[in-house]
């Protein structure tokens, strides 16, 4: 049991904050980190370089003005990459993004860069299963995004969702009405599923398609079945279901 000290200063506050080109190190290195349920990305795929160009290049880079950052005693403790309009997302990703990150890892692949199994898997799975376990998203009809990722640092001080509704508040300055997202957990239900069928408020989340996800038993070896889900809805009943669930799951 740990007793606090009552004449110890407080502990730092949280402060969320809009990203500035200094902190894209500091996002990579989160990504990296807490990838794969923690486990980090150098456990599944050795080339942090490409892992952080493909999941954070197109937001620090091309839409830095929907992105954010928690700062905890001068320390980036976690961080919310957004996307206020999709479709201008998919276009740089198939352009610039993806073309540079796929010819780097085919040449390193071939090259003999990559030494470790499951980074052979993973490439193998990535070139011939990845596009074909990509369940449809409504871009058009629910046009915004974010990823968000938090250090322990940052867990129980509501840092997710002052994140989330900042960076709401700002899509819907924007013009957009109508949010998206993407989750890969068990097929028998994850948190996510949880929070979205077991939080009685009215409105949830809606799931609008789903599809088999063999990421992890084609390259861990894990043979638990899991699913690549997606859910919608509207940016205004998002916030209201979200306002709910962090105050019961302290996020």
Not at 50 to 64: I, S, V
Request: glycine share 6%; with cysteine.
């Amino acid at each position: 049991m740990t007793i606090r000290d009552e004449n110890a200063p407080p502990a730092p506050e949280v402060t969320i904050r809009p990203y500035r080109p200094a902190d894209r190190e500091a996002v990579r290195a989160i990504c990296r980190q807490t990838a794969f349920r923690n486990l980090g990305s150098d456990a599944v795929f050795e080339d942090g370089e490409l892992f952080a160009d493909y999941f954070t290049a197109y937001y620090t880079d091309h839409e830095p003005e929907s992105c954010l950052v928690a700062e905890r005693d001068g320390k980036i403790v976690g961080y919310l990459t957004g996307c206020v309009f999709t479709r201008r997302m998919i276009r740089v990703m198939g352009w610039r993004i993806v073309p540079s990150v796929l010819s780097r890892m085919i040449f390193r692949y071939l090259t003999g860069r990559y030494r470790k199994p499951e980074t052979r898997r993973a490439v193998k799975w990535f070139l011939t299963r990845s596009w074909r376990e990509a369940p449809p998203v409504p871009v058009d009809a629910f046009p915004t995004h974010y990823h968000c990722n938090v250090l322990r640092d940052g867990i129980a001080r509501n840092v997710y969702s002052r994140l989330a509704f900042t960076f709401l508040d700002l899509a819907v300055a924007r013009g957009s009405a109508g949010i998206h997202g993407q989750i890969d957990e068990p097929a028998e239900g994850g948190l996510w599923r949880r929070m979205v069928e077991n939080t009685e408020v009215g409105y949830a989340p809606q799931f609008t398609a789903s599809a088999e996800s063999t990421f992890l038993r084609d390259v861990l070896g894990i043979e638990t079945a899991m699913v690549n889900r997606v859910w919608a809805g509207s940016i205004p009943e998002f916030r209201f279901w979200l306002t709910r669930v962090a105050k019961r799951y302290r996020l």
